[in-house]
Structure formats: C-alpha cells, structure tokens
C-alpha cells in the first residue's frame, strides 16, 4: 500500500515562495513516478509536474517550469515542489500523487493520491 501526505503549504505573499514535501510510505514498484497537481473549486485537477523516481526524469504542465521545481530525496523517500514567485492564480490545493506508469502525467496516469495541502497567495 502506497501512503502519501503533504506538507508545506499556508499563506504567502505575492512574488514569496514556498517548498511543499510528499513524503511516502511503501512504493508502486521498483520505480515509480511521483507528480504534483493543483485543484481550485470548480476546476479539472491541473498537472504541475512529475518527476522518476530511478533516474530523476522529469516533466512539467503547460508553463509550469518557469516557476516551479520538483525534485525527491530517494534517502527520505520525499518528493518536493519549490515554488517561487507565487501569484494569486497559484491558489489551489496542492496534491502529491504517485503511479507506476513512468510516463504518467494526466491524472487518470495516477492510482494515490494524499489528502492535499492548501497553498493561498495573496495579492
């Protein structure tokens, strides 16, 4: 079984940054790919970015890269998303999810999910 939990999210200003943490228990297979998605009421789950466990391969949605960073710490079994320059559009909850399909970025790609941690950027 897969466990996934988010942390790191709150309040920032404009223009601020933050480095949200997945950290995981148990894995979907020797590798596996681990993303970030964003959510607003009332819109579709976003793709932000997914990065490969083995090998650290990434991907990243539609103008994500500019601004945002994933990376994993394999000894601390935790994956990370640093986010800077925040803007008020960067308002979501913030959901950490992991696949076996190393290629996975939509969100039907991904089988857990955590609960969400809440990022709120204020203007």
């Known amino acids: 079984q897969v466990h996934l939990i988010e942390s790191g999210g709150g309040l920032v200003q404009a223009g601020g940054s933050l480095r949200l943490s997945c950290s995981a228990s148990?894995?979907?297979?020797?590798?596996?790919?681990v993303g970030w998605f964003r959510q607003t009421p009332g819109k579709e789950r976003e793709f932000v970015a997914a990065i490969t466990w083995v090998g650290g391969s990434t991907a990243y949605g539609e103008s994500m890269k500019e601004r945002f960073l994933i990376s994993r710490d394999t000894a601390k079994n935790t994956a990370y998303l640093e986010m800077s320059t925040l803007k008020p559009e960067d308002t979501a909850v913030y959901y950490c999810?992991?696949?076996?399909?190393?290629?996975?970025?939509?969100?039907?790609?991904?089988?857990?999910w955590g609960q969400g941690t809440q990022v709120t950027v204020s203007s």
């Open positions: 999810a992991a696949s076996s399909y190393l290629a996975a970025t939509t969100r039907s790609d991904f089988g857990y």
């Open positions: 148990g894995r979907p297979g020797t590798n596996y790919r």
